[in-house]
């Protein structure tokens, strides 16, 4: 990165660095909330968050965020704000030394020196972009594929009755075994990651399935809020809409257990 006093830097460079307008981050899930396509990339201090409708190869948002002083932040708000609601080829075609000359107080005056680096390191990051978007794609056009069956499947009277069927047609053995599958792919990895696991103890009935929690968890008090809350909807989204999640309760079932039947 190159160092340069701002004595020669343009103004407009100095007023865009001092308030920049997409300053900031996108995050993975914000952008599988919506059903988009997140590219990000980094070179040197750089950094810039791209979402896209994967339907439509239309840029839907931008943000930016860099430590490098007023070349890169007033460059990359530029860009930005030329790639709101462009198509995704837009970005491809995008010259950074176009977006130098609109950083000129005067256009026969550069807004910086020549030597400045920041010229190539956002090249180079605009083409990490480019060549990222096609897997970032396909990967939100299936994410999208999913929740809308997962919607179909959860939330309207055909795709519940469907699912009712199934779920009836299941022997205990492979409601057990499904909701195991999806456990051991969408939260035991989560939950070992904090140290923590959890067992399978069986059904109570059609609808409610008793786990133990163990490790970290067995002694957490997520594990009847919000961890609790979450394994149901992984389930409910993943296996069978109408489940239900009943932790096991080892005080009273160490109590039951020694209470003498009359």
């Known amino acids: 990165m190159s160092e340069i006093s701002e004595s020669f830097v343009s103004e407009k460079v100095k007023n865009i660095a001092r308030a920049p307008k997409y300053r900031g981050a996108i995050f993975q899930v914000e952008a599988d909330e919506r059903g988009l396509a997140l590219i990000d990339g980094k070179e040197e201090s750089l950094k810039i968050y791209i979402t896209v409708d994967p339907e439509k190869d239309q840029i839907v948002e931008t943000r930016f965020f860099t430590y490098g002083g007023p070349i890169f932040t007033a460059l990359a708000d530029t860009l930005c704000e030329h790639l709101q609601g462009k198509a995704i080829e837009f970005l491809e075609k995008t010259n950074v030394h176009n977006l130098e000359k609109e950083l000129r107080d005067d256009p026969?005056?550069?807004?910086?020196?020549?030597?400045?680096?920041?010229?190539?390191?956002?090249?180079?990051?605009?083409?990490?972009?480019?060549?990222?978007?096609?897997?970032?794609?396909?990967?939100?056009?299936?994410?999208?594929?999913?929740?809308?069956?997962?919607?179909?499947?959860?939330?309207?009277?055909?795709?519940?009755?469907?699912?009712?069927?199934?779920?009836?047609?299941?022997?205990?053995?492979?409601?057990?075994?499904?909701?195991?599958?999806?456990?051991?792919?969408?939260?035991?990895?989560?939950?070992?990651?904090?140290?923590?696991?959890?067992?399978?103890?069986?059904?109570?009935?059609?609808?409610?399935?008793?786990?133990?929690?163990?490790?970290?968890?067995?002694?957490?008090?997520?594990?009847?809020?919000?961890?609790?809350?979450?394994?149901?909807?992984?389930?409910?989204?993943?296996?069978?809409?109408?489940l239900n999640v009943v932790p096991e309760d080892t005080f009273t079932d160490a109590l039951a257990a020694q209470t003498p039947e009359t």
């Open 108 to 242: 026969e005056k550069p807004a910086f020196p020549a030597a400045a680096t920041e010229v190539q390191s956002l090249a180079k990051l605009i083409q990490k972009l480019v060549d990222s978007y096609p897997e970032k794609k396909a990967i939100a056009l299936a994410a999208r594929e999913t929740m809308e069956q997962v919607k179909y499947r959860t939330q309207t009277v055909e795709g519940r009755n469907e699912a009712d069927k199934e779920w009836a047609a299941l022997s205990q053995e492979e409601r057990l075994q499904k909701i195991a599958d999806c456990l051991h792919v969408n939260v035991r990895s989560t939950l070992q990651m904090d140290g923590g696991d959890l067992e399978i103890l069986g059904m109570l009935d059609d609808t409610h399935v008793k786990i133990r929690f163990q490790g970290a968890c067995a002694g957490c008090s997520a594990s009847s809020g919000g961890t609790l809350y979450y394994i149901e909807d992984q389930l409910r989204d993943n296996v069978y809409y109408n």
